[in-house]
T-cell receptor, first 115, second 111 residues
Framework: DTGVSQDPRHKITKRGQNVTFRCDPISEHNRLYWYRQTLGQGPEFLTYFQNEAQLEKSRLLSDRFSAERPKGSFSTLEIQRTEQGDSAMYLC?????????????FGPGTRLTVT | LAKTTQPISMDSYEGQEVNITCSHNNIATNDYITWYQQFPSQGPRFIIQGYKTKVTNEVASLFIPADRKSSTLSLPRVSLSDTAVYYCLVGASGNTGKLIFGQGTTLQVKP
């Protein structure tokens, strides 16, 4: 399977703990995005990488959130001191910058539950 | 990016054609119209994209009138497996290509 993969698929954590999610994009894609989706809502943009450079961060991304994409391959999203409001599905997507506009390939997501 | 308005939900029966309309009155000259499909517990999936008139692929058709202030996603002969949320997105790729999703339309296909 050469699609976007995310790990873990589910994570349950206690409030105040740190969590880290991983995304492996399609190998030839140079753009990588993180989104967050809560129940009944569409995904919300969090941050964007072109290769290893993080070029945009949403205001939704508080100081407790950090994302990296070392060497322009896989990416990690870390949430420190989790809060119940962080409970959501975290989606990763990738695309190739010269492909059709808005055609992003999404992974299955990581569902985070903060108790 | 242009704001979009689409119905919150729609019901249909197997074998029927389903048309989901999206309004985007403030669409800009260089904006494309794109539709994504999302099944429960999965990430969204690109369905179709267009700029004007009509676009058709193996999954759906997209109709865009001349003024481009609305668009209609047409799904021919739906099946139970087409039950999903459908998102209409409008905007140019810009520098980042980030996607701005609305609430989408939840399509329920009944037997």
């Amino acid at each position: 399977d050469t699609g976007v993969s995310q790990d873990p698929r589910h994570k349950i954590t206690k409030r105040g703990q740190n969590v880290t999610f991983r995304c492996d994009p399609i190998s030839e894609h140079n753009r990588l995005y993180w989104y967050r989706q809560t129940l009944g809502q569409g995904p919300e943009f969090l941050t964007y990488f072109q290769n290893e450079a993080q070029l945009e961060k949403s205001r939704l991304l508080s100081d407790r959130f950090s994302a990296e994409r070392p060497k322009g391959s896989f990416s990690t999203l870390e949430i420190q001191r989790t809060e119940q409001g962080d409970s959501a599905m975290y989606l990763c997507a990738s695309s190739f910058s010269t492909s059709g506009m808005y055609e992003q390939y999404f992974g299955p997501g990581t569902r985070l539950t903060v108790t | 990016l242009a704001k979009t308005t689409q119905p919150i939900s729609m019901d249909s029966y197997e074998g029927q054609e389903v048309n989901i309309t999206c309004s985007h009155n403030n669409i800009a000259t260089n904006d494309y119209i794109t539709w994504y499909q999302q099944f429960p517990s999965q990430g969204p999936r690109f369905i179709i994209q267009g700029y004007k008139t009509k676009v058709t692929n193996e999954v759906a058709s997209l109709f865009i009138p001349a003024d481009r202030k609305s668009s209609t996603l047409s799904l021919p002969r739906v099946s139970l497996s087409d039950t999903a949320v459908y998102y209409c997105l409008v905007g140019a790729s810009g520098n980042t290509g980030k996607l701005i999703f609305g609430q989408g339309t939840t399509l329920q296909v009944k037997p």
